[in-house]
């Protein structure tokens, strides 16, 4: 379940990735759109390329290029690209467009004097996301071992140890004197399903006493009866040997 959960936050994380991207790839580009406009406005590729290198300073830029009105390059800088054994997982977090551009405007004149364009690498960002999924997964992970092991000993005090704690004292019980058939007080007195278990084995184990000792006492009084009576009386089994006799039959056979 916590495994699910870990999955569920970051297929939602991944569901906002890609525009939360755009606005940090949008951001950078607005930092220094009015440097670059003035960059193209006044031609001058010195100034242009110092832009253009400002922009490379953010790890997600792989190039940028600077053009006049005219679409002609002023300035341009590029930066290898990681490696791209993971394009494919890239493109699904981030989104197959890697390239943006801006248009830029004249303050003074509102004339439009150019536009920016950046190549994003795409694998940069997608590190962070990937990095950040990990930390995710493996941390739920260990959160769940964790919960488990918590659960499993808990599960184990509360119930596994009682029950076979009752189950011994029930066996116990079974072998031992009537009188002492009885589960420990100490199950009783608890208010779950256990102790409510124990009552119910320690009623029936009361209630097998009770009719032990009623047995008890009819066998002693059919047996007084036989012994009192004043007519020979003399028991055989099925093979003919005598099993018992009354005090009269006794006298009469001597």
């Not at 991207?21 to 193209?40: C, G, P, W």
């Not at 795409?122 to 990990?134: K, M, P, T």
């Not at 199950?187 to 009361?206: T, Y």
Request: hydrophobic share 40%; glycine share 4%; aromatic share 8%.
């Amino acid at each position: 379940l916590g495994i699910i959960i870990s999955l569920i936050q970051v297929s939602y994380d991944l569901f906002n990735e890609r525009d939360k991207n755009e606005q940090q790839i949008f951001q950078i580009l607005n930092s220094v759109k009015t440097s670059a406009a003035e960059a193209a406005y006044e031609l001058d590729p010195q100034y242009s390329q110092r832009v253009v290198e400002g922009v490379l300073e953010y790890d997600a830029v792989a190039s940028a290029v600077l053009y006049d009105d005219f679409n002609n390059p002023i300035a341009s800088k590029s930066k290898p690209i990681q490696a791209q054994g993971s394009t494919s997982i890239s493109d699904m977090i981030i989104g197959e467009k890697h390239r943006y551009e801006i248009p830029l405007t004249d303050d003074r004149t509102n004339q439009l004097v150019g536009r920016l364009e950046v190549l994003v690498d795409a694998d940069a960002l997608a590190d962070s996301f990937i990095n950040r999924a990990g930390v995710i997964i493996i941390s739920g992970l260990f959160r769940n071992v964790f919960l488990t092991l918590i659960l499993v000993a808990i599960f184990y005090l509360l119930l596994t140890r009682p029950l076979v704690s009752t189950i011994r004292e029930l066996n116990d019980s079974i072998g031992s004197d009537v009188s002492k058939r009885k589960i420990g007080s100490v199950f009783s007195e608890r208010k779950d399903e256990l102790g409510a278990l124990v009552n119910v084995f320690n009623e029936l184990l009361q209630q097998k006493e009770h009719s032990q000792n009623q047995l008890q006492q009819f066998q002693r009084y059919l047996s007084s009866i036989i012994e009192s009576m004043p007519s020979v009386l003399i028991g055989i089994d099925e093979d003919g040997v005598v099993t018992q006799w009354n005090r009269e039959a006794e006298r009469v056979s001597c």
